[in-house]
């Protein structure tokens, strides 16, 4: 009954295009046809964020979103945050800072911080902790996550008022 | 969790929409962030056989703040809502409930039409809107109609929309005096245990006029008037607010599921109703 | 002008032991380019999935495949009649029951394996999975153990002699048809004759609720079996892979050579991963059949539901004690609810795990400890989460019952702990259930604790908040939460610890590069706990090579020598054993080489931290870099090219790390809302490897032990239908609902154990949960209350506040 639809990504800088069953969930797209295994599968009905991407300068889950739904947008994941030359502030400090165990989060964990981060580049300790309210770890307990959050804005803070 | 397949409608003005509606009837639905029923078609609670992706329709996004009234657009986001700067200035209700939906993920997605129309009992936006009293401008192939909020839920699930029609704004009387939104949940990304929306006036220490309504207590939202008029006319004293918890109880009906037995959702109601119409009491 | 190179220099560069050291693992996770089970893409590969029972207990009538068969995508359904000829449609468990692979001829939990869809992808797989036909015929449904003793309804026709008579099971004689063992420590009769002439006795009846490990990433794994090589390669989200080897094995009759099985990143497991599921053995077969790669990976829902449930114990106790608190006689009695298998993972020789560690930190003269294991229509597992086997349970029994006892005393908890404490003198100290503690110092530890948080100022304040809500002034209680656990892990040593057969020891490889640098192969598995970077300190302090330069290896038994794997906190107890054994080993030949260098005799130089030098003259030295080198590249005499070592660790005991935590928590008695003010937390886990590791193992251990205490359970209705099957009601807490712990310690090595370290990953939630739960009862101590059971989410709370008279 369904017919295959021709989809057009942007996901990282790169256009994609191709031909997709509409139910393809985005999550599945990134990771089993663009080969993009940051994001992650950890609960499938949008309450653990593992698999947070950016579309269109907002954090959302990509396991509650349908290719064809995102056709047209423009994708970041944590592969187009930051690689080996030129890491994220946030990559750094969650090694710095201990932000992270077994990594599963840890991807979806980085993409929603940079949003929020943008949207709030001095937040409160209160703020990170609603700001990060969709993303589960199972492994930190969070207080090394938000000291990196803090540790990340401190850095892209005192950055950007030495490049003033 | 993989839903069924499906035939996607991506249509670019509302006649369109209407026309995929009326080909296929109720085996065609409309979705808007599709933060509520993509999860169900993903556990294959929800059949849709074609699907209608509102994004690309104009002119549902807006948010207008007029004299009297203030219009959302079906396709405005929780995100929207909460970021939106005159609104938190003349219904700073609407932001204070937003915030209290899901997380912030499901927020950017999340849209007021979707939270309002699907009729599902935990969502926090058909209270809100009730107490308001806001009426929901729905088109269909007879044209337009507005429903008032009050009248809009049936049962869960069953709204006075019907299949083939799409809610496309709602518009509410610019409220007036103090407000609230009181919302229990066991965590970030539930529903409420019980939650509370109060608009309360007034008037050199009498309470001109209340509205209540109440979330996840029964099958729909429940506005209760009965509680409002407990309210009216007194000062807001410890005996008025306790006949207003009183009616309020009258008019609930909520069943045990995890998040407790009948006897806790209605007390923590009543707690919760409390503390509603006392944080909105001191902000009137 | 360069400054000279100090001693503290060159041990700072070693990054050894004591160093906070930033982790190795973190760059490929913090890029998105960790290599999990699921991000594994072979050329060809399917996908399979499971048709699930809807059911809780019913007879399956018939299966109808033909119109899975017709779906486009849909390339075979396996179920139990297509595995009976190769004898794979049941399978052992850990626990020397059987479980089915594919429901065979009747299904005993809801969402049983019924059949195998193997697809193209995961879409035709799902679309197969709606299209089979099962014809099921409902029976009576039991969810109580209790209820299970007493039915006459038969779960495990296959455990019934055709006689009707119940033959003996894996762990001796059965009562019921549907009990499945009865396990004892201790002594009875002594133990019943102190409690009943003793002065003070306290009972109490509790039952620690069933509940899951959850880790982020659910259960999988992909099988290819190259039919050319006759070798089967199964990657997979397995905390035991040699043990996952050997039992694919046994049960395949694959010799284990031509299998490979490697644990790739895996996204925390917490006991999750531990055991043997269906999907494992269903994809080698899909792999076998269909001659390609076959990959299962569970969604939330079946991880949930039906792999690795964990507690579920019915605990009732009696505690005796003179009237001036000194405890004379402990007795416990556990129902054990199991499921519809026994696949709990415990030694085999322990059915009920570690259970008869119940006796805690306290000395006790006398104690008797009875555990009945029972059948029900639930799902099967038994796993230790986050804890050693079934620790979490005893820690949890105990630290309820001093509270219980301190109730009927009428004594301050914190003074009736403080006069039971095993006396540092006292250890190593035999246990009345027949444990020998290694080391300890509790009352250092729990002075320290309750100094650090002003335990009197808190007890004051506590009892003006009481006269405060009794005066109408605040309707929030305050509860202050006690808990003082000692854990046991390490698992353990061969003469007791077995798992089916397989003896519990583990092993490390090390081989040094010419160059002075190394790599390292353990049989054990990191889920997120670091172990690239920490076994690499545990190196570099024995053979002086920075860590930096020590590549750690896991996961992949073609390459990795024989282990258990990682549960229980036994990797730094057994593993970390062998790895500091096998640097021994390094260091003695590197001895011998050094002295040659230096012309000396071998007894003539002496280790110094990277070095060996000759004793006297310290400006005489061979660096472990020079010495490596030569080891490879000059012929010495009498010596053997090369510098490699093995280590095989049997550790002759358990370690027992322990702990002191106190919780503040305010409770709003009118909505039943916890809100915790205050955790401190100080963890004794005897030498410390990497103390940016441990703190993060106890924020992440109490934030699980949050989860258990206050809200997270797996729960069933009366039809056996689980009511928690997403995480919108299975309780993972968010950063909202979690808050800042302080962390502290104090340092008692084992004595054993070859650099004093004990294991840590589990302390935190072991002493955690009832932590936390002591919290809430002790807020309503004042008012009467003596023990409400777990999870302490809002309803229940709640109900306590409103069975006390609170809300009138």
Redesign the interface.
């Given at each position: 009954m369904s017919n295959k639809m021709h989809i057009k990504l942007k996901v990282n800088g790169k256009d994609e295009e191709f031909l997709a069953d509409p139910r393809e969930l985005l999550i599945y797209t990134l990771r089993e046809r663009l080969n993009i295994t940051g994001p992650h599968i950890g609960c499938e009905t949008s309450h653990c964020g593992a698999c947070t991407v950016t579309i269109d300068g907002k954090s959302v889950k990509a396991c509650t979103m349908f290719v064809a739904q995102a056709s047209g947008k423009e994708i970041t994941t944590i592969e187009g945050i930051g690689g080996p030359d030129d890491l994220h502030p946030l990559q750094t400090a969650f090694k710095e800072h201990h932000g992270l165990q077994c990594g599963y989060c840890t991807p979806g964990m980085i993409t929603r911080a940079a949003k929020l981060l943008e949207e709030n580049p001095n937040p409160t300790e209160e703020e990170i902790r609603f700001g990060m309210a969709g993303n589960i770890c199972r492994c930190t307990g969070y207080q090394n996550i938000i000291k990196s959050i803090q540790a990340a804005a401190a850095e892209m803070n005192a950055a950007k008022e030495a490049a003033e | 969790?993989?839903?069924?397949?499906?035939?996607?409608h991506?249509p670019q003005d509302m006649a369109e929409v209407l026309a995929v509606l009326e080909e296929h009837g109720d085996e065609a639905r409309v979705m808007a962030g599709?933060?509520s029923l993509?999860?169900m078609m993903?556990?294959?609670m929800a059949d849709v056989?074609h699907?209608i992706?509102l994004?690309d329709v104009g002119g549902l996004s807006n948010i207008d703040i007029g004299d009297d009234s203030i219009r959302i657009g079906a396709m405005v986001t929780q995100?929207a809502i909460i970021d939106h700067e005159g609104l938190g200035a003349v219904a700073p209700i609407l932001r204070e409930a937003a915030l209290q939906i899901?997380?912030?993920?499901?927020r950017?997605?999340g849209t007021v039409g979707g939270n309002v129309a699907n009729g599902d009992p935990g969502n926090d936006m058909p209270g809100l809107m009730q107490c308001l009293d806001a009426t929901f401008t729905v088109v269909g192939p007879e044209g337009e109609r507005d429903i008032p909020a009050r009248e809009f839920y049936e049962a869960a699930y069953m709204t006075a929309r019907e299949d083939d029609e799409v809610l496309t704004s709602v518009t509410i009387p610019l409220p007036r005096g103090g407000y609230a939104y009181e919302k229990?949940k066991?965590?970030?990304?539930?529903?409420a245990?019980a939650a509370a929306a109060v608009q309360i006036e007034n008037d050199g220490g009498t309470c001109a006029s209340v509205a209540i309504a109440m979330t996840n207590l029964s099958d729909t939202p429940v506005y209760s008037e009965a509680a409002g008029a407990a309210l009216v006319g007194t000062s807001v004293d410890d005996v008025a607010i306790k006949a207003a918890v009183a009616a309020m109880l009258g008019d609930i009906d909520p069943t045990e599921d995890?998040?407790?037995?009948v006897?806790?959702k209605k007390?923590?109601a009543g707690?919760?109703l409390r503390r509603a119409i006392e944080r909105a009491w001191s902000r009137a | 002008m360069k400054d000279e190179v100090t001693r503290e220099d060159r041990v700072a560069n070693l990054k050894g032991l004591g160093c906070s050291r930033k982790r190795v693992e973190d760059a490929r996770f913090t890029q998105g380019k960790g290599n999990y089970v699921d991000d594994i893409k072979l050329d060809g590969m399917l996908f399979g999935d499971f048709v699930r029972s809807p059911y809780a207990h019913a007879r399956i009538k018939s299966i109808d495949t033909a119109a899975a068969l017709e779906v486009p995508g849909v390339l075979a359904v396996l179920t139990a009649a297509d595995l009976e000829p190769l004898g794979l449609h049941w399978m052992p468990t850990l626990a020397g029951d059987k479980q089915m692979v594919l429901a065979d001829g009747k299904v005993l939990f809801q969402g049983q394996e019924v059949a195998f869809v193997v697809a193209e992808d995961r879409y035709a797989a799902a679309d197969g999975i709606e299209a089979v036909e099962v014809d099921y015929e409902e029976l009576p449904v039991i969810v109580n153990p209790f209820e299970a003793l007493k039915s006459d309804v038969v779960l495990r026709e296959d455990l019934v002699a055709e006689d009707g008579s119940i033959p003996p099971g894996a762990h001796g004689p059965r009562k019921h048809h549907n009990h499945i063992f009865t396990w004892e420590a201790g002594d009875k009769g002594p133990t019943d004759e102190v409690i009943a002439n003793a002065e003070v006795v306290a009972e109490e009846s509790m039952y620690y609720h069933r509940t899951h490990p959850c880790p982020l990433e659910t259960c999988g794994c992909v099988a290819s079996m190259d039919k050319v090589n006759g070798k089967l390669t199964l990657w997979g989200t397995f905390q035991a892979p040699h043990a996952i080897r050997t039992i694919v094995s046994l049960i395949s009759g694959i010799e284990e050579h031509n299998i490979r099985v490697i644990s790739p990143d895996i996204g925390g497991g917490f006991g999750n991963k531990v055991g043997a599921y269906p999907g494992y053995v269903c994809s080698v077969v899909a792999s076998i059949v269909t001659g390609k790669p076959v990959k299962w990976i569970e969604d939330r829902m079946d991880n949930l539901m039906t792999t690795a449930f964990a507690r579920d114990y019915h605990m009732t106790g009696q505690i005796s004690a003179t009237k001036e608190g000194k405890i004379t006689g402990l007795k416990c009695h556990v129902t054990a609810d199991h499921g519809g298998f026994d696949a709990c993972a415990d030694p085999t020789k322990f059915p009920a795990g570690f259970m008869n560690i119940c006796t805690g930190s306290y000395d006790i003269p006398t104690a008797y400890l009875e555990v009945d294991g029972v059948y029900t229509n639930k799902a099967p597992g038994g796993v230790s989460y986050r804890c050693s086997f079934r620790v979490t349970e005893a820690v949890y029994f105990i630290e309820r019952m001093i509270e219980v006892l301190a109730i009927k005393l009428n004594m301050d908890a914190a003074e009736l702990r403080r006069i039971n404490f095993i006396r540092k003198e006292q250890f190593p100290y035999t246990a009345a259930l027949g444990w020998e503690y290694d080391s300890g110092d509790y009352h250092t530890a729990w002075d320290k604790a309750l100094k650090a948080v002003d335990y009197d100022g808190l007890r004051a304040e506590q009892a003006q908040r009481v006269e405060d809500f009794k005066a109408g002034k605040t309707r929030k209680l305050m509860g202050i939460g006690l808990s003082f656990f000692t854990e046991i892990v390490g698992a353990g040593p061969v003469k007791n610890c077995d798992i089916l057969g397989l003896g519990m020891f583990d092993s490390c490889e090390i081989r040094i590069h010419p160059t002075g640098s190394a790599i390292a192969r353990l049989g054990t598995i990191s889920q997120g706990q670091g172990h690239a970077t920490t076994f690499a300190q545990i190196l570099a302090s024995e053979i002086g090579l920075p860590a930096d330069s020590i590549t750690i290896e896991e996961g992949d038994t073609d390459t990795a020598p024989y282990g258990l794997g990682t549960y229980g906190s036994r990797s730094t107890p057994v593993a970390g054993a062998a790895t500091a054994m096998a640097g021994r080993k390094i260091r003695a030949k590197a001895q011998m080489i050094a002295a040659y260098l230096l012309e000396v005799h071998d007894n003539d130089v002496e280790f110094d931290v990277d070095r060996f030098v000759v004793k006297g003259a310290p400006e005489k030295f061979k660096t472990m870099k020079e010495i490596a080198f030569a080891a490879y590249n000059q012929a010495i005499p009498g010596i053997e090219p090369g510098l490699e070592a093995v280590s095989y660790y049997d550790p002759p005991n358990m370690t027992y790390p322990f702990g002191a935590y106190i919780c503040v928590m305010d409770i709003d008695v009118d909505t039943g809302v916890p809100e915790i003010r205050r955790f401190y937390a100080l963890d004794d886990c005897g030498t410390r490897i990497n103390p940016m590791i441990i703190e993060g193992q106890v924020h992440g251990g109490l934030t699980e032990a949050l989860a258990v205490a206050l809200g997270q359970e797996i729960a069933y209705d009366d039809m056996g239908n689980v009511k928690t099957g997403t995480l919108m009601d299975f309780f993972l807490p968010t950063a909202w609902e979690v808050p800042n712990y302080e962390t502290d310690f104090t340092v008692t090595p084992s004595p054993h154990h070859p650099i004093g370290a004990k294991g840590v990953g589990e302390s935190p939630h072991v002493g955690g949960v009832p932590c936390f739960s002591n919290a809430v009862q002790d807020a309503f101590r004042p008012f009467g209350n003596t023990h409400t059971n777990m999870p302490h989410d809002h309803w229940r709370i709640w109900r306590t506040a409103n069975e006390l008279g609170l809300h009138d």
């Open positions: - | 969790m993989i839903p069924a397949a499906f035939e996607y991506r599709g933060h993509i999860p993903k556990l294959r056989p699907l992706d994004q995100a899901a997380d912030p993920q499901v950017y997605m229990q066991r965590k970030i990304g539930d529903y245990t995890n998040r407790g037995p006897a806790f007390h923590v707690v919760i | -």
